[in-house]
């Protein structure tokens, strides 16, 4: 157990709907990073915020958004889904907010796209 | 655009054989990580490496880091079926955020 907690773990919703990715990171980690696993694309970054803020971006497509709330926990939302973001969305969390701090993930939520 | 190959992408080989995965890019990294990935669970990490040259052991499981830090390898020795698994490379880019850079990522599977 990592000490990063994820839900749901399961979603299962149809095309052109809007979802929420929940995370707690753990305690006392002030980054948290979402990151997209897809069977052809592998572990992609899509975002970090640190400490309430947005410390760096990836190929974070636009209909998707993310904060980070001021008890740390943090939302992914997906908007006008396709069948394409069906994939395992992971969050995880560090102490701080650099490269050479560890991070520790979560166990992931699986979404799909019908 | 920073990418990091992994190979090999699968890798079957029976129990007691040693191995060695290779992480490769053409980019300079301030880290490297190893992650181990099991089906339906997030990436657990192994180890972390920073100097150019560092090796590091954890039991059967050996991690080196290139000297020029843009490539680094895992190498198992004596393998046993609890090794199965998705390992993953990750490389810390040298800047002030901690965005990680994943490999694609060697399946293996160790048969009794």
């Known amino acids: 157990d990592s000490g990063v907690t994820q839900t749901p773990k399961h979603l299962i919703t149809a095309t052109g709907q809007r979802v929420t990715l929940r995370c707690s990171p753990r305690?006392?980690?002030?980054?948290v990073y979402w990151y997209q696993q897809s069977l052809d694309q592998g572990l992609q970054f899509l975002i970090q915020?640190?400490?309430?803020?947005?410390?760096a971006k990836g190929n974070i497509l636009e209909r998707f958004s993310a904060q980070q709330f001021p008890d740390l926990h943090s939302e992914l939302n997906l908007s006008s889904l396709e069948l394409g973001d069906s994939a395992l969305y992971f969050c995880?969390?560090?102490?701080?907010?650099?490269?050479?701090?560890?991070?520790?993930f979560g166990p992931g939520t699986r979404l799909t796209v019908t | 655009t920073q990418l990091l190959e992994q190979s090999p992408q699968f890798l079957s080989i029976q129990e007691g054989e040693n191995l060695t995965v290779y992480c490769n890019s053409s980019?300079?990294?301030?880290?490297l990580q190893w992650y181990r990935q099991e089906p339906g669970e997030g990436p657990v990490l192994l180890v972390t490496?920073?100097?150019?040259?560092e090796v590091k052991k954890l039991k059967r499981l050996t991690f080196q880091f290139g000297d020029a830090r843009k490539d680094s390898s895992l190498h198992i020795t004596a393998a046993q079926p609890g090794d199965t698994g998705l390992y993953l490379c990750?490389?810390?880019?040298?800047?002030?955020?901690?965005?990680?850079?994943f490999g694609q990522g060697t399946t293996l599977q160790v048969k009794p």
């Open positions: 995880a969390s560090s102490p701080l907010g650099q490269g050479l701090y560890e991070q520790y």
């Open positions: 305690s006392g980690d002030l980054s």
């Open positions: 915020y640190y400490n309430g803020e947005e410390r």
């Open positions: 980019s300079v990294f301030s880290s």
């Open positions: 490496v920073v100097t150019g040259g």
């Open positions: 990750a490389g810390g880019l040298a800047s002030n955020t901690g965005k990680l850079i």
